[in-house]
């Protein structure tokens, strides 16, 4: 049967079963230019899951004030980074989507694998659509945030409950809320460090940052600082680090409200300036290289680092397209996928196929 011929449902029973996983990651521009980073500053800055302020006062100061000044300046910032694929955080998911569905097909799971971004290009609700369009019924919606917090997975959530309140005949879903401490996500960040170690020599210090958020979200009940804690001592006791040899630091903070601290770049210029003269910096928050890592961290605090008199200053990329987190996560989709029907006696040319596509994708490595 062809899906592309037939429609979904029919008045009996429904086409057969498919089944997918949607990888939401937070978003990107479309391209590093003042037009489109306007666009998409005002779809992320206007979620209420992101800024916890009164909308009519929140919209003046968005609109009067932020849109005005701000996207010019991340252009810039967006510009020094992109490569000719694009956004390296869209190339990074797209990747990882691509290789999730060959690590899956391998173990014999027939799995849809997309990527969709919360804001900006391909947005969840488009690609919810194609999926329903393809014929998928159950769709396993997982965020590429490790920990969990109300504004950024909740927001996910948000975006695909806001879809399927448009749709007669919802597919299933299932939600993966975190896994900021499963045993594959933090032997990936290990193996990921142990690997940079073995190449570049171990740093005085281990800085590991995670991205900030208000620290009222803490008071309110969120999660994210205690999950983001967890994992900072799992990875630690997995390298054997004592507790002297690392610091967990929180970063891009935005406004003049008290964000969760330590702030990372503050940090580093303290350790540089009590006489620490190299470190090594990680963001295990981040499962793909993007705008916070990449300009961030790895130029403004490594600038910052070295004019405070560090030496040597070296950023630990994200996993990315690391086939120990490629196999993590496919355990992780496995496990949340639970009894779905997903498993196939494969034909032998989509199992090399997708064995090719997973190893192709992860030659870097």
């Not at 939600?175 to 020599?201: C, M, S, V």
């Not at 804690?229 to 002297?244: M, P, W």
């Amino acid at each position: 049967m062809s899906f592309a011929s037939e429609p979904l449902f029919t008045h009996g029973a429904p086409a057969q079963a498919t089944t997918a996983i949607l990888l939401c990651n937070l978003g990107t521009p479309d391209e590093a230019s003042a037009p489109a980073l306007r666009r998409y500053l005002a779809e992320f800055l206007s979620d209420p899951r992101v800024v916890e302020i009164p909308k009519p006062i929140w919209w003046l100061i968005l609109h009067g004030i932020i849109l005005r000044i701000r996207p010019k300046k991340s252009a810039a910032k967006y510009a020094s980074i992109w490569t000719p694929e694009g956004s390296p955080l869209k190339v990074w998911t797209q990747k990882q989507a691509t290789m999730l569905s060959g690590y899956l097909a391998v173990r014999g799971h027939k799995v849809e694998v997309r990527m969709a971004m919360r804001y900006g290009n391909p947005s969840i609700a488009s690609q919810l659509d194609q999926l329903k369009a393809d014929g998928v019924t159950r769709i396993l919606i997982l965020p590429a945030y490790p920990q969990y917090s109300g504004t950024t997975t909740a927001s996910v959530f948000d975006a695909v409950y806001g879809w399927a309140a448009r749709i007669r005949r919802i597919p299933e879903f299932r939600f993966i809320n975190h896994y900021h401490d499963e045993p594959g996500y933090i032997n990936a960040l290990a193996d990921r460090i142990r690997r940079h170690w073995q190449k570049n020599g171990q740093a005085a210090q281990l800085v590991m940052s995670f991205h900030g958020v208000p620290e009222r979200t803490l008071k309110l009940g969120d999660p994210y600082h205690c999950e983001c804690q967890k994992t900072a001592r799992l990875l630690a006791e997995k390298l054997g680090l004592a507790k002297d040899r690392y610091q967990v630091t929180f970063q891009s903070r935005f406004g003049k409200a008290k964000w969760l601290q330590p702030y990372t770049e503050p940090t580093l210029v303290a350790l540089a300036q009590a006489g620490v003269k190299n470190v090594d910096v990680v963001c295990p928050g981040f499962t793909g290289d993007c705008l916070e890592t990449l300009e961030e961290i790895a130029m403004e605090a490594r600038h910052a680092f070295l004019q405070a008199g560090g030496q040597q200053f070296n950023y630990i990329e994200c996993l990315n397209d690391s086939p120990v987190w490629l196999a993590a996560l496919a355990d992780l989709s496995i496990q949340h996928l639970g009894a779905w029907p997903t498993t196939t006696a494969a034909d032998p040319e989509s199992l090399a196929a997708s064995r090719a596509a997973a190893q192709a994708l992860g030659a870097a490595q």
